[in-house]
Every structure is written in C-alpha cells, then in structure tokens.
C-alpha cells in the first residue's frame, strides 16, 4: 500500500512539475501586470486563496488603466470587456462552448448586414498583391524570390459571386446559424484565415461530395456541408495543410498565421 501511495504521490509531483514548468506564479502577488494576473485568474485552481487578493487588485487596475487611457486606445474595450466578466464570474476564462456561441453571433450579424447591403459587406479586388506568395529568403542569400499563386485564378472566379448567387448562399448560411435541430443534415463550416495568403480550402467528402471554399487574407469565409467525413486541403503560403475531420456539428477551423508581430 506505501509502495501505491508513494507512485501516486510521485505522479502527481510530476504533473505539478511540468505545470509550474508552463507557468511560473511563485511570485504572482507582487506582480503589477494586469495580464499576469489575468492569466493567473483564469489558470489557477478554484480554491486558490491569492484568487481573493488578486481578482479585485486586478479590477482596480483594469479601472485606473481605463480611466488614465489615451482616446482612441484600442485596449480599452479588452479591459472594459474584462470587467463585466470579473464581476459576474471568477475569472475571464471562457468555456468552448461560450466561445463558439460568440462566434455564432458575429456570423449572424456579419451575414445579416450582407443580406441588407444587398451584395458583399467587403468587396473584394482581384488586384489584391496579397495573391502573391513571398517565400523566405535563405540566411546565405540577400534576395527574396516572389512565387506567383497557382490558385489566384480559382480564387479570384469563387469570390465573384454574383448578387443572386450570394443573396442565396448567405440565406442558406443564416439558416443553419438559426438551426439548433440535432437530427438537421447539414451544418455550417467556418475558416478562419489568420495568414498573409488568400487560400481556397478544399472539402472532400465520400462520392462526389465536393466543397471549395475561398478565404481572403486575415478574413473568414463560411460553407453549409452536409454531415459526414471530410478531408479538408489547402495551400497556405505555399505549405500544404490537410485534415480529416467529422463533421457533426458546426466547426471553426483557424489555419496559418500572420508574419507580423
């Protein structure tokens, strides 16, 4: 029985080892960081009695940060958004769930507003120099060769919907927004583009059951599939992505990232 303790007793060591090893909070109450202590409020244990020195120290300098910023600082609305949350829960930590039902209300509202306007809320120009991949110039060398997209082209004819093709698809998006039926056929897919690259993703089902879906640039784009299997493909700035996924339930797929800091 010793022996058992003992093992347990050293797994559990390990596991809070390799934790402190992520994130290091030892000297967490003389922090004077709002994002340290943030962070610390949303990774540490429920139970943890610095939570109930740092949470309102934390919203005092969430207020003075607000009251002493600069018109037009683009932290504000954070800090403010952070405040409503620490007053009503323990921590700004979001379930997955509260995540995707934020996501699911900037889709409803970025569709609706297309569907007023009458044609896409952001038009966009073939001309876009971002349809050009700038490959990585090796360490020995001085020059950056430009690699012309192979799939502008495509890209560029998915994106010219007309306005009747558009209106239809949009209504056809809002729709499964709006569906929390469980036993519905089909559901939405959301892409979002976080590279400096214009991409087309490819769906692939079983069959025929073909999607293409063309994602701008730091931009999203969404697709109503039916529910089953898929193998997602695309080229993002030139690497190849690809990914089985089963698709029961709406899905948020996030690919690349931006070069900029």
């Given amino acids: 029985m010793k022996k058992l303790l003992l093992f347990f007793s050293a797994i559990l060591f390990i596991n809070l080892s390799a934790?402190?090893?992520?994130?290091d909070y030892s000297n967490i109450l003389?922090?004077?960081?709002?994002?340290e202590i943030n962070a610390f409020l949303r990774d540490a244990h429920p139970d943890d009695p610095r939570r109930s020195v740092l949470k309102p120290r934390v919203m005092e300098m969430m207020k003075e940060y607000i009251k002493n910023a600069k018109p037009g600082d683009t932290k504000v609305k954070q800090m403010q958004d952070w405040l409503a949350m620490l007053k009503r829960r323990p921590s700004t930590k979001i379930?997955?769930?509260?995540?995707?039902?934020?996501?699911?209300?900037?889709?409803?509202?970025?569709?609706?507003?297309?569907?007023?306007?009458?044609?896409?809320?952001?038009?966009?120009?073939?001309s876009n120099p971002k349809n050009?991949?700038?490959?990585?110039?090796?360490?020995?060398?001085?020059?950056v060769a430009a690699i012309?997209?192979?799939?502008?082209?495509?890209?560029?004819?998915?994106?010219?919907?007309?306005?009747?093709?558009?209106?239809?698809?949009?209504?056809?998006?809002?729709?499964?927004?709006?569906?929390n039926d469980p036993n519905a056929?089909?559901?939405?897919?959301?892409?979002?583009?976080?590279s400096d690259c214009n991409i087309i993703v490819r769906i692939e089902g079983i069959g025929t059951t073909k999607y293409r879906?063309?994602?701008?640039?730091?931009?999203?784009?969404?697709?109503v599939v039916e529910k089953g299997d898929y193998l997602f493909t695309s080229i993002?700035?030139?690497?190849?992505?690809?990914?089985?996924?089963?698709?029961?339930?709406?899905?948020?797929?996030?690919?690349?990232?931006?070069a900029k800091k």
């Fill in 148 to 179: 012309p997209d192979a799939e502008a082209a495509e890209f560029n004819m998915l994106m010219a919907e007309n306005p009747s093709e558009h209106k239809n698809k949009t209504v056809k998006i809002l729709n499964s927004l709006f569906d």
């Fill in 95 to 126: 379930s997955f769930d509260e995540m995707n039902a934020i996501i699911k209300q900037k889709q409803i509202a970025k569709y609706q507003k297309e569907l007023q306007v009458g044609q896409a809320a952001v038009v966009y120009t073939p």
């Fill in 132 to 143: 050009v991949y700038v490959a990585a110039a090796a360490v020995t060398t001085t020059t």
């Fill in 185 to 194: 056929k089909e559901c939405i897919v959301m892409i979002e583009n976080k």
């Fill in 213 to 223: 879906l063309p994602v701008p640039s730091h931009g999203d784009n969404s697709i």
């Fill in 30 to 35: 003389r922090s004077k960081s709002i994002y």
């Fill in 19 to 23: 934790q402190s090893r992520d994130k």
């Fill in 236 to 258: 993002v700035c030139g690497a190849q992505y690809a990914s089985q996924k089963t698709i029961q339930k709406p899905l948020m797929v996030a690919l690349g990232s931006s």
